[in-house]
DNA sequence: AATAACACAATGTGATCACAAAAAAGATTA
DNA sequence: TAATCTTTTTTGTGATCACATTGTGTTATT
């Protein structure tokens, strides 16, 4: 026969102090959905995942709740839990959604941006050159989402980082698939574009500069090959 | 002194048979947040609900983690949870973030929307008109958010309605205090405005006509005066 | 009388248990 | 051998309990 389940390798979040458990249940199932060790279509079970990472079920059970109306995880009609497969379709609009939402929310934060803000960005572009240089993709990666959220939670009636944040939930564990290939291909600095229009105030300008730096850090992961190669990863047929 | 605590009257779902009971906590408490029955800044504990809803602290204990993730509750620092305050530019920034998504959500159904689709919109519309006739303000406003959901719900490989669903519990609560008075205004029916769009594959103009839609529908409740009644709510101070 | 110190009650968190429903495995039959 | 039924195991759900922490009301002190 086949293998019985594939084996779920988990890498564990800092345990800080003072920290709930369950809070550190989540970041470590967060990050595991994220950097895409846990296979879409693969069936979660409370007790499983407790054992796995040491603690009692109750824990993973608020943490499994909370990714779940984040829509990080997807419940199934048998109420069973598991990271929601892709296709190339819903691919694509997670993409358009988050170039429609995070442009909108970019316009909304340029005119709280002020010197030390600015600088702020600079330090962080700075740092993505640096990472970039030295082919540290992970880095890039991360330093890239700090840049983004630094750039909307500027304004501070901001509210739509949290939806932000649920779609590039989403999109992680197929951007990380992505990213690996990343460094084969030429990458405009397009937050260089960002930040010029922010010194100019100029919204429209900023508007495009994000949307074209989200479009090109996936455009190849949205490619068919590319991505139906990770589609149907869980052998489930349904 | 002062009275003890607000008292919280919540008006129990309906308790369909073969549904979780943390389902049907999260449906009891997800309507009592948008018809404002549970005042922002009130704090809510755990086992006060559980005794109102005669259940367990269980499945409160669920239901209040997963309506906190979907931002209709929030976390104090004290972990202790409550349907957070309004301010003039939060309610500003809600609306704008509605404008932006939902106009692109419902560019990006029109391309899905074929007769049935557009008969069933039709249907709504009518059933609106009627409740609108009618003076029954309650409908309305849940026939309205039917109409919006049909329409974004028409793109099969949709990913923005939950973020969408997030914005509209965010606003409940204020938009209906703003609806009670909303027979007072002449209402511009914009739905018929869609209705044209959509017949004509005029993805501009459906944007154009959600947007009024959205601003004239909450137009008058972002006046300062009227919000302002309802954003210091609950007395504590900070 | 205002404030500080204390004691008491209430709360969130996490663990454990019981149970019905669902999966999985095994046995049986065509 | 493939399909169907039966048994066994596993799982989510919900209830209850223990405990450390926080909130609150009371008393003592200046």
Redesign the interface.
Known sequence: MMDKKSPIEITLADRDESV?ITQWVYRTLRNAVMNGQILPGRALTIRELAKILDVSPMPV??AL??L????ALEIQGN?RVMVPRM?A??F???C??RI??ES?AAA?ALPYIDAIRLEELRALDRLIDKAQDEGNLEDVSILNQNFHRALYTA??????L??IE??WL?LGPFMRLATSKLEEHYLVDRHNEAMTAIEKKDAFALQLAIASDIREGIAFAGTPELLNNFIQQAGAPA
């Open positions: 709930t059970r608020e709740r909370q779940s109306a984040e829509n109420r296709t379709m819903k694509n609009e997670l358009e959604a429609a939402i909108h909304r304004n501070p009636h901001q509210v739509t949290p939806l649920s779609l989403q």
